[in-house]
């Protein structure tokens, strides 16, 4: 992805807010963060962030809220917020850190634990080296952070609550793939169980780690998705065609699903000239999975694809119906703040979620599409997989 350099960032960052994003003009959330900083924190930790440079050595921490404030670090609850609350949300987390193994058992980390199994936000005392800095991260992939500080000592100062069902999973031994999905079963949220693996509270206790946050939240989606797919597997064919759509920060999304067994295609497309795609020729991203599932990662999509590919599996399952899905996504001039993958999630849950349209042919379906998306569907037909194949059930009524 190319970035285009800022003038106070001089390249450092491949995103910030510096640059002429859509944000009102009064939008004045820099200095309101500064002024509550000190080198002194009391008040509720909502999760915790583990980095990834310098692995097998990372950054972790809690996320203090300078402010308590619902949804603060639940993207389930952002859906349909504009830019400036989300990124005002973020501003209000410091994302505490120190140098720790990812194999570490120290107390700190043990702390740390205690408090992305926490059933709700929990008080803490932190006492930083030097008074945190307002120095806001975007990214492609994970969620936008506020400022950062180095902890000195970190206390947690009332008991932690965790649910009864967290503490026996946690408690049991089970690999972290069976635990997240006895999680996620149980009513918790991939966000949550993203937070909880990360803090290496997961797994048989001899192979516990911690694992980067941007690693954490793709390998929930996937491991819950798998399940998913595996039950989806046993449900009968849909036996129509139906297109789902969302849009969301200007990101734009037409779900197709046809009859047949379980297939999966996922499509991006960026607006040319955009500050994420400077180019002037539209290029048509494609990522396919078989009904055997994958082998290699989806490095051209990345945690996109993996966002989208779980909540189609989450659709499917919602419906009771095995399917070929095909997911357009188009990414269109507004989208100029990245917010992370979760938006992606929570596009394709969203339109799930949504009335429908029906046909009786996929030729009816795709003619439907044409107006719905600026990229001429032939254009899309020649680079899928699915979408060339040729079945009975395409051209009956």
């Not at 080198?39 to 980095?51: A, E, H, I, Q």
């Not at 199994?117 to 005392?125: F, G, V």
């Not at 699903?257 to 991203?285: C, D, L, Q």
């Given at each position: ?87 005002e ?39 930083y ?28 100062t ?44 997961l ?55 046809m ?6 295609e ?18 048509i991203?494609?990522?396919?999975e078989?009904?055997r ?5 989806a ?10 590919r ?25 989208y ?10 929570e ?44 079945k ?6």
């Amino acid at each position: 992805m190319v970035s285009i350099q800022c003038p106070i960032c001089r390249g450092k960052r491949p995103f910030c807010i510096h640059k002429s994003y859509p944000l009102p003009k009064n939008f004045s959330m820099e200095q309101k963060i500064k002024d509550k900083l000190s080198k002194d924190f009391y008040g509720p930790s909502y999760s915790v962030f583990v980095g990834q440079y310098g692995y097998p050595d990372v950054n972790i921490g809690p996320l203090a809220g300078l402010e308590a404030k619902i949804g603060i670090d639940n993207p389930s609850e952002w859906f349909g917020k504009p830019y400036e609350d989300i990124i005002e949300l973020r501003s209000l987390l410091i994302r505490s850190q120190q140098k720790e193994s990812i194999f570490s058992k120290s107390r700190f980390v043990m702390d740390n634990q205690e408090l992305a199994l926490a059933s709700r936000p929990t008080d803490t005392e932190i006492t930083y080296k030097k008074s945190p800095i307002y120095n806001f991260t975007l990214s492609d992939s994970i969620q936008p952070m506020g400022p950062v500080g180095s902890v000195e000592k970190l206390r947690v100062t009332e008991n932690v609550k965790i649910s009864r069902q967290v503490d026996k999973v946690v408690s049991d031994e089970l690999k972290a793939s069976e635990a997240a999905n006895v999680l996620y079963k149980s009513g918790i949220d991939v966000y949550k169980i993203s937070s909880i693996l990360s803090s290496g509270a997961l797994g048989l206790e001899q192979n516990r780690k911690m694992v980067p946050t941007r690693w954490s939240l793709t390998a929930s989606q996937t491991i819950i998705a798998d399940q998913l797919i595996s039950e989806i597997k046993d449900f009968p064919s849909i036996n129509e065609y139906r297109v789902y759509s969302s849009e969301y920060l200007d990101n734009h999304f037409e779900v197709l699903i046809m009859p047949g067994n379980w297939e999966f295609e996922n499509f991006e497309v960026w607006a040319p000239g955009s500050n994420w795609y400077p180019h002037t020729k539209t290029r048509i991203i494609d990522e396919y999975e078989p009904y055997r599932g994958r082998t290699a990662y989806a490095e051209s999509q990345a945690g996109g694809f993996y966002s989208s590919r779980c909540g189609v599996a989450m659709g499917l399952k919602g419906i009771k119906k095995q399917a070929r899905v095909v997911v357009f996504r188009e990414v269109y001039e507004g989208y100029s703040i990245p917010v992370g993958s979760w938006q992606i999630l929570e596009n394709v849950i969203n339109a799930f979620s949504q009335p429908y349209e029906r046909f009786n042919t996929k030729q009816e379906a795709l003619n439907y599409l044409k107006t719905k998306l600026r990229i001429p569907v032939d254009e899309y037909i020649k680079k899928s997989i699915i979408l060339k194949q040729r079945k009975l059930t395409d051209f009956l009524p």
